[in-house]
């Protein structure tokens, strides 16, 4: 795993970052309400790093991950990515900019043109953006290929002929296809067997150390995100709870929601297990209509008259925290 | 780049050992749909039918006996080694005016579905992508459209600019394509929200690189099941029109403006040849027409296993 090293420059950097969903009602589509998918989320990640981002469903995660690439339009805030602002570039400039971040998504069934062989997924990026020369492009999604594990012959296949690992293979090869410097990873082994899932988890690593290449790892669960991140960041209805060094997070974690997430995760070995647990109640709140004060109250074991009514900023120099029950 | 430390690992070497005896392996999207429509029986039957209703309509003056506007001099004589199908009331060849009445009824098929299938692809791939106003904006039209009394449009139309076979192709495509733009943007509507359309969004493609090369090929499969429908139903509209006197205007013939002949009732009790004949070609016509839209949608689609 890439060394952290907050001396350099951030690759990119997202202050104060907004995506709201308008609600729309009745017969002329009156704007109701917002659904705050994210509110207010700033973080930065370093070239060469990988940044673990979790939460439960619909927290917002994968919502940062597709606003960061411009999938969504994010509401308000800015995306610097090599300190250009990603938010408000034309679109032009967006297209040429787009080369420099991909993604590769959950579901590698429906991630995959099903009318298309997979030498045509990989050549057709390689072509638009003229990355090599045209006589070049066969030799090149050769090697793409072999470089995600995947036997130079199928390339005249067709994505439903392949299995779930492969296809992710075949996702991961098309993202790397522009040779970006970014890559966000939507929670990319979640919908893989566990065998298949440490496969994958590994080359990412691999194709990490030999491409340079930076990672935005999104998951539900902490499981992969430890194994992979050097840095995680938990989130919790819109917004980043805590954020640290994967060792710090996972051995001494500041948020009672992180407590929680970690203790979800069942140990394989009982004589290990914790005697106490922290667990949480109850459903996550509507991102329509977030609790005042600290997002997390309504579920929290340890919440108090404070909690209800102010909102915790995320502070502590590099573990980072938003909760008033820490001691920074 | 170093790759050697990358093993393939067994799971895809044994996966693709087992697809390598499959036969299939270097041949194109076109060569894979041939070869699964090849094993649809029924719609090659009715490829071939349709083929060879197709070349006899190209090859008419070659092929009919006689000219179909010629008076012979026998008046609704039964079928005999002269006529085989017959004379109609006003002693023309049936069979020759059966034969070019092919070309009518295949002209006003195609030409109808090709501008209604062209108009409703574009406009549906439209309104199914960019959503919001734009798709409101379509959806509205195609309401409109759809709540026009067809026959009475056609009506009014024919009254004003004459009924030819152009005129007919015309109005029948224009008023037609409001299922396709339907079925279309529904289609749209659902791929664009998968993964493999915002893949090609991160990519950089262009808008119509993605909706023509990526959504298109994806929504082919409804197209073709939809137009092969549209072309029965104009050879059929076209029937009923020319029955009731608004198709295509006699002397041409076309099988609906034969078929009228059976409005008397001795010529349906007593003489069949001057009906039966255009009646079963409309039937088999659009049959088969039927059966290669259920052919290609399987073939189309590389998930089914034939």
Not at chain 1, 6 to 22: A, F, G, H, R, S
Not at chain 1, 158 to 177: D, K, M, N, P, V
Not at chain 1, 202 to 210: A, F, M
Not at chain 2, 141 to 162: A, K
Request: charged share 15%.
């Amino acid at each position: 795993m890439a060394q952290v090293t907050l001396q350099k420059n951030p690759l990119i950097e997202v202050k104060d970052l907004k995506t709201y969903y308008p609600i729309k009602k009745g017969i002329f589509s009156k704007t109701v309400g917002h659904v705050k998918a994210v509110d207010g989320v700033s973080f930065s990640i370093y070239p060469g790093e990988t940044l673990g981002l979790v939460g439960e469903s619909g927290c917002g995660k994968s919502t940062i991950g597709r606003t960061l690439i411009r999938l969504e339009q994010a509401t308000e805030g800015q995306i610097l990515f090599d300190g250009q602002d990603l938010t408000s570039t034309t679109n032009k400039n967006l297209v040429s900019m787009r080369k420099n971040f991909q993604i590769i998504f959950q579901d590698p069934y429906s991630s995959l043109n099903p009318r298309k062989r997979v030498k045509d997924i990989l050549a057709e990026p390689l072509l638009v953006h003229h990355i090599v020369d045209p006589a070049q492009v066969n030799k090149r999604v050769d090697e793409l290929m072999v470089m995600v594990g995947l036997p130079r012959q199928s390339k005249n296949r067709y994505a439903h002929e392949f299995s779930g690992g492969q296809r992710q293979r075949i996702g991961i090869a098309r993202a790397l296809s522009l040779n970006p410097k970014l890559i966000i990873c939507d929670e990319p082994v979640s919908a893989l067997d566990v065998s298949i899932q440490a496969q994958i988890l590994n080359l990412l690593n691999d194709l990490q150390k030999q491409l340079d290449l930076t990672y935005l790892f999104i998951a539900h669960g902490l499981g992969a995100v430890k194994y992979i991140s050097d840095r995680i960041a938990v989130m919790y209805l819109g917004e980043i709870v805590e954020i640290g060094e994967t060792r710090d997070v996972i051995k001494n974690p500041k948020h009672p929601y992180t407590k929680a997430l970690l203790n979800a995760y069942p140990i394989p070995n009982p004589h290990l297990r914790a005697k106490e647990r922290v667990f949480i109640q109850g459903d996550v709140p509507s991102p329509a209509n977030p609790p005042q004060g600290c997002r997390f109250h309504t579920r929290c074991p340890i919440a108090t008259q404070t909690c209800r009514e102010g909102k915790p900023k995320l502070e502590g120099g590099v573990h980072k925290a938003a909760c008033f029950a820490v001691e920074l | 780049m170093n790759v050697s430390n990358l093993q393939p690992n067994s799971e895809i070497n044994a996966k693709i050992l087992i697809s390598e005896a499959n036969e299939h392996k270097d041949e194109s999207y076109v060569k894979m749909v041939l070869r699964r429509f090849l094993k649809h029986r029924l719609a090659v039957v009715s490829a071939v039918g349709l083929v060879l209703i197709s070349l006899v309509a190209l090859f008419a003056p070659f092929l009919a006996p006689y000219d179909p506007y010629a008076v012979t001099g026998a008046f609704g004589a039964g079928p005999s080694a002269q006529h085989f199908l017959g004379t109609d009331l006003v002693s023309r060849d049936a069979l020759s005016r059966l034969i070019y009445a092919a070309r009518v009824s295949l002209q006003v098929g195609v030409g109808a579905v090709a501008i209604s299938s062209v108009i409703g692809t574009i406009l549906g791939l439209i309104s199914g992508y960019a959503g919001g106003k734009v798709d409101t904006v379509i959806m509205r039209i195609v309401d409109v459209f759809m709540s026009f009394p067809h026959l009475m449009l056609i009506l009014v139309v024919v009254s004003i600019v004459g009924s030819s076979l152009t005129n007919l192709i015309l109005i029948l495509g224009l008023l037609n394509w409001t299922g396709m733009a339907r079925i279309v943007r529904g289609s749209v509507l659902s791929i664009k929200q998968l993964d493999y359309v915002k893949a090609s969004i991160a990519l950089g493609f262009s808008t119509p690189r993605i909706l023509f090369k990526h959504i298109l090929p994806n929504v082919l499969a409804p197209i073709l099941v939809h137009a092969t429908f549209g072309i029965a139903n104009a050879i059929m509209v076209e029937a009923a029109l020319s029955f009731l006197g608004l198709g295509v205007q006699p002397p041409t013939a076309s099988w609906g403006n034969m078929l009228t002949e059976a409005q008397s009732m001795t010529v349906l009790t007593s003489q069949p040849w001057l009906w039966v004949p255009a009646g079963v070609m409309i039937v088999l016509t659009v049959l088969a027409v039927n059966f290669i839209g259920d052919g290609l949608r399987d073939a189309l689609d590389p998930k089914s296993i034939k």
